[in-house]
């Protein structure tokens, strides 16, 4: 459980920390100007506007595997989903700052047996009136 807390905390700071557009999370995009396929060894899947665009896929493989977790158990597609907006939600609405803190946040009450889904309804359940 532990394990998983630290996985959950290490993508959503990936995410915020290369400030990912929405549209190009959803694809399985991600942009910025990230050493990580460099120092794992994925290469780099594309560019856009000359900015390098690294495969999520690859890495949360990477991350997965240097975790000793199975990537569709701990996080599977839905779940990521439902985080990647969730915390687009709390930089959009929040500020930017608290997308990892409560990413990681999250990942403990998941690592003590909340289920991901019912910690991110909760949180979600926080933002302020009016957050799509």
Request: glycine fraction near 12%.
């Amino acid at each position: 459980m532990i394990t998983e807390t630290f996985f959950l905390m290490e993508i959503t700071h990936r995410i915020s920390a290369h400030s990912f557009r929405d549209h190009e999370i959803r694809q399985g995009l991600g942009v910025g100007r990230s050493r990580a396929p460099e120092r794992i060894g994925v290469g780099v899947s594309g560019s856009r506007e000359g900015v390098a665009v690294a495969d999520v896929e690859l890495w949360l493989d990477e991350v997965a595997g240097a975790l000793d977790v199975t990537l569709e158990d701990v996080l599977p597609q839905a779940t990521q989903e439902e985080l990647l907006t969730l915390t687009g939600d709390i930089a959009h609405n929040v500020v930017r700052l608290a997308v990892p803190l409560s990413s990681y946040l999250i990942g403990v009450a998941v690592g003590r047996g909340a289920s991901a889904q019912e910690a991110i309804r909760l949180v979600g359940g926080l933002l302020p009136a009016g957050t799509e």
